[in-house]
């Protein structure tokens, strides 16, 4: 006859340890280590959507030679998923194209605005000559829903015209 053999429970340590494995691949895929410089792994975008949320960056207003600006990263999250209350949200900015410097190249999430279902960030720089340039990075954020959290590093860039 058969003999019936059970398995032991998985423990909560080894269920942890296979989602953070599982998440560092996961966010590894998206971009290189270096993930401060746009372009090294995967294209940046102006957005990036999936079934649980949708962020994208977007110029605001117009940008003038030698007067600080900034772009905003809006994160507006689907269905029954919400904001993560206690993720460390960031933007790391990219290396400066030639011509504009980053006054913080890194924006905290004590730097944005929260709500329930919404997360907005402005992302400040200053160039120092008309033309065309990229701005952007790449945003760390996650979201939630009743069962689970998604963490996400979000390349994002655009590009800006300075009178």
Same mark, same amino acid.
């Given at each position: 006859?058969?003999?019936?053999?059970?398995?032991?429970?998985?423990?909560?340590?080894?269920v942890?340890?296979?989602?953070?494995?599982?998440?560092a691949g996961?966010?590894?895929?998206?971009?290189a280590?270096g993930?401060?410089?746009?372009g090294?792994?995967?294209?940046?975008s102006?957005?990036l959507?999936t079934?649980?949320?949708?962020?994208?960056?977007?110029?605001?207003?117009?940008y003038?030679? !030698? +007067?600080a600006?900034?772009v905003? *990263?809006?994160?507006t999250?689907? /269905?029954v &998923?919400?904001?993560n209350?206690?993720?460390?949200y960031r933007?790391?900015?990219a290396?400066?194209?030639? !011509? +504009?410097?980053?006054p913080?190249? *890194?924006?905290?999430?004590?730097? /944005?605005e &929260?709500?329930e279902?919404?997360?907005v960030?402005?992302?400040p720089?200053?160039?120092?000559?008309?033309?065309t340039?990229?701005?952007g990075g790449?945003?760390?954020?996650?979201?939630?829903?009743?069962?689970?959290?998604?963490?996400q590093?979000?390349?994002l860039?655009i590009s800006?015209?300075?009178?």
């Amino acid at each position: 006859m058969f003999k019936s053999v059970s398995k032991p429970a998985l423990s909560v340590t080894s269920v942890v340890l296979g989602l953070v494995v599982a998440v560092a691949g996961f966010s590894s895929d998206a971009r290189a280590a270096g993930d401060t410089e746009v372009g090294h792994a995967e294209a940046a975008s102006t957005k990036l959507e999936t079934d649980s949320f949708l962020v994208e960056i977007t110029p605001i207003g117009t940008y003038k030679a !030698g +007067v600080a600006g900034s772009v905003k *990263v809006s994160l507006t999250t689907k /269905g029954v &998923f919400h904001i993560n209350g206690e993720y460390p949200y960031r933007f790391k900015m990219a290396k400066p194209a030639d !011509g +504009v410097a980053y006054p913080k190249p *890194v924006v905290e999430r004590s730097d /944005g605005e &929260f709500a329930e279902k919404t997360a907005v960030f402005k992302l400040p720089f200053v160039p120092a000559h008309s033309g065309t340039f990229v701005v952007g990075g790449v945003f760390h954020m996650s979201v939630c829903s009743p069962t689970s959290c998604v963490v996400q590093k979000a390349p994002l860039d655009i590009s800006v015209s300075v009178l």
